[in-house]
């Protein structure tokens, strides 16, 4: 089966690699480990020496599944499903994170680059439109080694950087032209409900700049035959009782990213993990919430807004 985008589109990695700046960035990427601050947290430790900081991991690679996904963003999702790579562990300790078993117990294998490698080459095989990073952050230095060894072999098709919205600029400078999709969550707001909930002081801080530079990288998401292959894409799941915060997310994205800019509002919040410990959390959104944050959207003249299957079904 042929991916049906890949004569249309031809990602800027395939170039980066021709010039030899693939192989520029996997080396300061792995110097990088010796005092980690590839993500906002600036753990300082030694990875390359197996220390770890906040994510919870050293120099190990760990997977915890490969396959095509079928649930994600209809652009993204085609008609052969999006190529799905999930990481073990996080940068962030969200207490409703519905991955928990994955991002908090670490849940998976232990594998190589070339392994990471041939996985990407496996899901382009079978037709895949794109390569899915699900929660990369802490591994983007064996990421980039594993695009590298990859496209030597033939990989053409757009990576997805699927992520929390806890980045570090300085990391991403060093995906520009690797990354084709960025597609990051943006939680909250306020920096209160980031730390009280994710475990992070400073996130809306964060994300505001990440999401600039992810844009300043990628533009708007551009779509060709109905998918996805180049530009971000940002989600907000909207969250109970306003701890999302999402009139300011919104008027964010319109008057400082793009009114273009191509938002799913996701619904599908359920109390995962230790939610319960926080009555405010403690439950399903309601229609009435849902509703509300897409009409704020639209307030604020963003133009291209994916409503959840779930709206209408609580």
Known sequence: ??????????????????K????????ILR????????????????????RKGKCRVGKELIISGVHPHFGEENCLVGTNGSGTIFFASCNMNCIYCQNY????????????????AESMLFLQRIGCHNINLVTPTHYVPQIVEAIEIAVKKGLRIPIVYNCGGYESVETLKLLDGIIDIYMPDIKYSDNF??????????YWDVVREAVKEMWRQVGDLKIVDGVAVKGLLVRHLVLPNNIAGSEKVFEF???????????NIMAQYRPCFNAY????????????EYSEAVKLAIKFGLSRIEISSWYGIF
């Not at 117990?105 to 680059?113: A, P």
């Not at 410990?277 to 009435?288: G, V």
């Open 277 to 288: 410990l926080k009555p405010e959390l403690a439950r399903r959104i309601t229609p009435q």
């Open 253 to 263: 994205l319109a008057n400082e990213i793009s009114k273009n800019t191509y938002v």
């Open 20 to 27: 030899g700046i693939l192989r520029d960035r996997v080396e």
């Open 101 to 116: 078993e994955i991002s908090r117990f670490k849940r998976g294998e232990i594998v190589t680059v070339e392994t990471l």
């Open 193 to 202: 409900y980031g730390l009280r909930y994710s475990g992070v002081p400073d």
């Open 31 to 50: 110097q990088i480990l010796n005092d980690c601050t590839l993500c906002p947290r600036n753990c300082h430790v030694n990875r390359n020496l197996g």
């Open 1 to 18: 089966m042929k991916t049906l985008i890949s004569f249309k589109y031809e990602p800027r990695y395939v170039e980066l690699n021709e």
